[in-house]
Antibody, heavy 117, light 112 residues
Framework: EVQLVESGGGLVKPGGSLRLSCAAS????????MNWVRQAPGKGLEWVSS????????YYADSVKGRFTISRDNAKNSLYLQMNSLRAEDTAVYYC??????????WGQGTLVTVSS | QSALTQPASVSGSPGQSITISCTGT?????????VSWYQQHPGKAPKLMIY???NRPSGVSNRFSGSKSGNTASLTISGLQAEDEADYYC????????????FGTGTKVTVL
């Protein structure tokens, strides 16, 4: 059974940093591209970042470029999102999701990031 | 690149059929057969319902179907049931590297 479990969310002050993790199991992690998608409270889904299976290709939404860094450790079956210079508008539930060409076939349960003073 | 356009809400009675539209551009929906649809119940993670415009993942009811014409994709739910009440989002791969994927604005489906 495919499982994705996010962790690392919490309350952080504006300008602060946070590192999210996503532990994957039940599939060959190193064979799939992975994504982060976020959802602000009461709002829709927003694609944040993608990383290819071997980390050769990395993409970011303009809203996070230069502040967030996606990475992965295939040996540990883990996906990461380093978030720096956090802003109030980054407050959201962050989901990791497995990529298929058309979109995202498995999602984690999400981890809440709250940026507030 | 803007979000794909969906109606804010759609409603129907049990047993009826409803259709949700998802309008983009030739750079996303119209340019690729990489459109997917997601169902999200309150407080839950999204669930993939349709991929590659019209394919259903294993385990998804055949009451859900997808199609595309030009820059507009559609999700049809037939035989509407109470458990179908949820938010629905479309998504498309794009020709840009940012965003690589774009989501729709979301549609609240209400079963009357």
């Amino acid at each position: 059974e495919v499982q994705l479990v996010e962790s690392g969310g919490g309350l952080v002050k504006p300008g602060g940093s946070l590192r999210l993790s996503c532990a994957a199991s039940g599939f060959t992690f190193s064979s799939y591209s992975m994504n982060w998608v976020r959802q602000a409270p009461g709002k829709g889904l927003e694609w944040v970042s993608s990383i290819s299976s071997s980390s050769s290709y990395i993409y970011y939404a303009d809203s996070v470029k230069g502040r967030f860094t996606i990475s992965r450790d295939n040996a540990k079956n883990s996906l990461y999102l380093q978030m720096n210079s956090l802003r109030a508008e980054d407050t959201a539930v962050y989901y990791c999701a497995r990529v298929i060409p058309s979109g995202f076939d498995y999602w984690g349960q999400g981890t809440l990031v709250t940026v507030s003073s | 690149q803007s979000a794909l356009t969906q109606p804010a809400s759609v409603s129907g009675s049990p047993g009826q059929s409803i259709t949700i539209s998802c309008t983009g551009t030739s750079s996303d929906v119209g340019g690729y057969n990489y459109v997917s649809w997601y169902q999200q119940h309150p407080g839950k993670a999204p669930k993939l319902m349709i991929y590659d415009v019209s394919n259903r993942p294993s385990g998804v009811s055949n009451r859900f179907s997808g199609s595309k014409s030009g820059n507009t994709a559609s999700l049809t739910i037939s035989g509407l049931q109470a458990e179908d009440e949820a938010d629905y989002y479309c998504s498309s791969y794009t020709s840009s590297s940012t965003p690589l994927y774009v989501f729709g604005t979301g549609t609240k489906v209400t079963v009357l």
